[in-house]
């Protein structure tokens, strides 16, 4: 497991439905899926890590606004290691929240409707969006 501060500074971060990743100084893109932060990627020689970061971000910034609506409302609705747990039962059944509240399967975990609601809601926005 890599420490981000192993690694210099960090120079981006973004959120994604399954993991966070993060640019770092030193060159080395890591990746966290809710159980620590492990060496992902790497710069390829000769790029610059904060050109490359900046670039990234900015492809990531560029995204429509309800992505990152439903970025937002699943990291509300629950941590990282459950992440993409809740976001494959989302997108299976956007319309259905309460099916989805009941079928994830995690009984010590504690998932809240309303965070589920919005979940599929920002879902539903985030598809609709795709469509046009």
Not at 8 to 28: P, Q, W
Not at 63 to 75: D, G
Not at 91 to 112: C, N
Request: hydrophobic letters at 40%.
């Amino acid at each position: 497991m890599a420490r981000l501060n192993e690694h210099g500074a960090e120079l981006a971060r973004t959120e994604y439905s399954d993991c966070r990743v993060a640019v770092m100084s030193d060159g080395a893109v890591l990746r966290n899926q809710g159980n620590g932060w492990k060496r992902w990627k790497r710069v390829k020689a000769g790029v610059d890590p904060v050109a490359f970061a900046a670039k990234m971000l900015a492809t990531y910034d560029a995204r429509p606004t309800e992505f990152h609506a439903y970025m937002k409302a699943l990291a509300a609705a629950c941590d990282l290691e459950h992440r993409a747990q809740l976001n494959a039962l989302v997108d299976q059944m956007p319309e259905d929240p309460d099916a989805v509240w009941s079928i994830f399967d995690d009984p010590g975990y504690d998932l809240q409707i309303e965070d589920v609601v919005r979940c599929c809601q920002a879902r539903q926005m985030l598809v609709d969006a795709n469509r046009q």
